[in-house]
């Protein structure tokens, strides 16, 4: 049985399978990157929640793990020469948990850069950008008087959704007809702006073809739906 004793956050989130992959996460955009991944690759690994709205990423046990305090992070006890490996940032997990596996990246050289750019434009530009179009919509930026910043990040929301609409033009997924993690990474977002933050109309969603198309096909797939609970709300 692996020992996890040297990492702080296991005194707080203890492993009942320390053998497995640890996940720290929340059903948010970002951590449901990750559980959805773990899903489609069928990577064995134990959820532990982690309330952001408590704050639970300030304290110092989360803070072991992931110095800046976000979700997701993993901890796998069969990392890289068979040493546990500690991991934040959901890009990085994304990319690092389909080369462990071998699942949800393209083999070929130039197509697997093709789709981890895709993957880091969405860390870089639709993941703030339309989080910050919800927080000035939908959360305290709502009652704000000066409309300015939501009717900046509605705009430039509005564009790059426009880019993943070209991208996907004569596509199924970003990278044709193979589903990867550069899909995976951007569900979770688009869903999010339709759904909870309810900005569609602020981005002409209903204009779009090919998006609305893609995401259908996306949240139909088995491991995405569950993938998008996990882990469970305490």
Same mark, same amino acid.
């Given at each position: 049985m692996a020992d996890?004793?040297?990492?702080?956050? /296991?005194?707080?989130? @203890?492993a009942k399978n320390p053998?497995?992959? +640890?996940?720290?996460?929340? @059903?948010t955009p970002n951590g449901v990157k990750v559980s959805i991944m773990l899903e489609e690759? *069928?990577?064995?690994? #134990? @959820?532990?929640?982690?309330d952001i709205g +408590?704050? #639970? /990423?300030? *304290?110092p046990e989360y803070l072991s793990l992931n110095p800046n305090g976000k979700i997701p992070a993993i901890l796998d006890p069969g990392g890289p020469n *068979? +040493? @546990?490996?500690a991991l934040f940032e959901s890009g990085a997990?994304?990319?690092y948990l389909a080369e462990k596996t071998g699942k949800l990246l393209p083999a070929d050289p130039a197509a697997r850069y093709e789709a981890i750019q895709w993957v880091m434009w969405q860390m870089g530009g639709m993941g703030p950008m339309f989080g910050q179009l919800g927080f000035f919509h939908k959360f305290a930026g709502k009652d704000y008087e000066d409309k300015r910043p939501r009717d900046r990040y509605?705009? #430039?929301?509005?564009?790059?959704?426009r880019v993943l609409e070209t991208r996907l033009g004569g596509r199924d997924w970003i990278m044709g007809d193979e589903y990867t993690i550069a899909d995976i990474a951007m569900l979770g977002w688009v869903r999010n702006l339709i759904g909870?933050? *309810?900005a569609g109309e602020l981005v002409q969603y209903d204009e779009l073809k090919h998006v609305p198309r893609w995401l259908e096909r996306g949240l139909a797939r088995p491991a995405v739906d569950r993938g998008l609970t996990i882990p469970a709300r305490s």
């Open positions: 996890l004793s040297m990492f702080p956050i /296991t005194s707080r989130w @203890p053998d497995i992959l +640890q996940l720290y996460s929340a @059903p690759a *069928g990577l064995p690994y #134990e @959820p532990h929640y982690i +408590q704050d #639970e /990423t300030w *304290g *068979g +040493q @546990p490996l997990i994304l990319v509605a705009k #430039e929301s509005a564009r790059l959704i909870f933050y *309810g």
